[in-house]
C-alpha cells in the first residue's frame, strides 16, 4: 500500500500535476504491505436507478439537496445552484435516459447513508487501493498505461 519515492517523483514529473507539491503525497510513504481479510467490492458504480431507490424509500435528502448546489468539474470547478443527483447539470437537467449511469452528486455521507441501507460499507483507503491495483501494484486498475478518454473520466 502506498508509494515509493521513485513513483512519487514520476507522479510530480507529469504535466497534469504541474501544480503538485512533494508533501501533498507525505501520507502514501513509506509503500508497506498490508494484510486484508476477504472482502466484497460493488464492480460497477451505484446507478441513479438504485439511488432512486433508496431516495425513494427512505426519504433521504443529499448534501446537494440541503445545500442547493454542487460542484461541476469541467475546465476547472465551479459551485453551480440548482445541481444535485437528480439534475446533475443544474435546473432544467434531468435523469432521463440516464437511470443506468452512475449517480453523481453525492456525498461521503451520502454514499454511507446508501451503504447502510443496503447493509454494506465504504471501502476501507486499504481495500480500495488493492481494489484498484490488484496484487502486483499496477499505477492504474487498468495497468500502467496513461489515462486517456477510453480508460477514465478524468480532468
Not at 514520476?10 to 510513504?29: I, M, N, T, V
Not at 432521463?96 to 447502510?116: E, F, L
Amino acid at each position: 500500500m502506498g508509494s515509493t519515492e521513485t513513483d512519487l517523483d514520476w507522479a510530480l514529473s507529469q504535466s497534469w500535476c504541474e501544480p503538485c507539491q512533494w508533501d501533498w503525497f507525505s501520507d502514501e510513504l513509506p509503500q508497506h504491505e498490508v494484510v486484508l481479510n476477504a472482502y466484497w467490492i460493488y464492480q460497477s458504480p451505484v446507478t441513479n436507478q438504485q439511488f432512486s431507490e433508496f431516495v425513494t424509500r427512505t426519504g433521504y435528502q443529499t448534501t446537494a439537496e440541503l445545500q442547493g448546489w454542487s460542484w461541476i468539474f469541467n475546465d476547472g470547478s465551479e459551485k453551480v445552484n440548482g445541481v444535485d443527483w437528480q439534475a446533475p447539470k443544474g435546473e432544467g437537467s434531468s435523469l432521463d435516459g440516464r437511470q443506468d449511469h452512475p449517480v453523481v452528486h453525492v456525498s461521503y455521507q451520502d454514499a454511507t447513508a446508501y451503504c447502510r441501507w443496503v447493509g454494506g460499507r465504504l471501502p476501507t483507503e486499504a481495500e480500495w487501493e488493492k481494489a484498484a491495483r490488484g496484487t502486483n501494484s499496477r499505477i492504474y486498475p487498468w495497468g500502467d498505461i496513461l489515462p486517456n478518454c477510453s480508460l477514465a473520466n478524468y480532468q
